[in-house]
């Protein structure tokens, strides 16, 4: 399970929403997409919801999840399903070891490089 936020046109305007996404792996090893939701932002309150929905579809049991440090989110999936093991996924650890600000440095030099270009080849420099 995850969330990215994704830009979005709605009324000429484009802004960014969370998308929620779920794959589910049965005790055969078959993988499934459990659903894709889309809400202003990710929350647990939010999450909870999804879960309850899984649940209300027939997902029995999960014995095992993978999730981000969103705060509120073991309790929120517990409350679901109590018998759930949960573990911090290795990708978000390292996400988040990076500080915002450098990540948000290394993006602003990427889109003044490809501006740089795009004016070149404009202007056949």
């Known amino acids: 399970m995850d969330c990215l936020y994704a830009?979005?046109?709605?009324?000429?305007?484009?802004e960014k929403v969370a998308i929620y996404v779920m794959l589910g792996i049965n005790k055969d090893g078959k993988k499934d997409v459990l659903g894709i939701w889309i809400n202003e932002n990710e929350s647990a309150t939010f999450w909870t919801e999804v879960?309850?929905?899984?649940?209300?579809?027939?997902?029995?049991?999960?014995?095992?999840?993978?999730?981000?440090?969103?705060?509120?989110?073991?309790?929120?999936?517990?409350?679901?399903?109590?018998?759930?093991?949960?573990q911090r996924c290795k990708d978000a650890k390292m996400y988040c070891s990076h500080s915002e600000k450098h990540i948000w440095n290394i993006r602003q030099e990427e889109i003044k490089r490809n501006?740089?270009?795009?004016?070149?080849?404009i202007h056949g420099k």
Request: net charge positive.
């Open 7 to 14: 830009p979005v046109k709605r009324d000429l305007i484009s």
């Open 51 to 86: 879960f309850e929905e899984i649940k209300a579809r027939g997902v029995e049991e999960i014995l095992f999840i993978s999730l981000d440090g969103l705060s509120g989110l073991s309790e929120a999936i517990e409350k679901i399903y109590p018998k759930v093991k949960t």
């Open 115 to 121: 501006n740089r270009r795009f004016k070149e080849n």
